[in-house]
């Protein structure tokens, strides 16, 4: 499975942005899936994960009520809707497969990672 994230860019604070990670193959319907984050400097955090069937969803609590996460099986792509964006999410964000049908916050679960797209917040 081949992840490409893509949507970043340069967003005032306040601000919202959609980022999407693209699977190649089918075999993401199956999967639970996530978004870390990684800011200069600072290693990668948990952001959001996804069941997978979007029944279940969690975020780490400096999102919460902020971002969205969502996913499209049919299209094969996962989404992170973002508001009210603050300096400090900026970062590099990646979508990552998990090895199960659930979603985790530890980056040990996750066996597929995107390249990454770059979110600049600025003040």
């Known amino acids: 499975v081949q992840l490409q994230a893509s949507g970043g860019g340069l967003v005032q604070a306040g601000g919202s942005l959609k980022i999407s990670c693209t699977a190649s193959?089918?075999?993401?319907?199956?999967?639970?899936m996530g978004w870390f984050r990684q800011a200069p400097g600072k290693g990668r955090e948990f952001v959001a994960a996804?069941?997978?069937?979007?029944?279940?969803?969690f975020y780490t609590d400096s999102v919460k009520g902020r971002f969205t996460i969502s996913r499209d099986n049919a299209k094969s792509t996962l989404y992170l809707q973002m508001n009210s964006l603050k300096p400090e999410d900026t970062a590099v964000y990646y979508c990552?497969?998990?090895?199960?049908?659930?979603?985790?916050?530890?980056?040990?679960?996750?066996?597929?990672w995107g390249q990454g797209t770059l979110v600049t917040v600025s003040s």
């Open positions: 990552a497969a998990a090895r199960k049908s659930y979603g985790s916050r530890s980056v040990d679960d996750y066996k597929y």
């Open positions: 193959r089918n075999t993401f319907s199956n999967n639970g």
């Open positions: 996804i069941s997978w069937n979007a029944g279940v969803t």
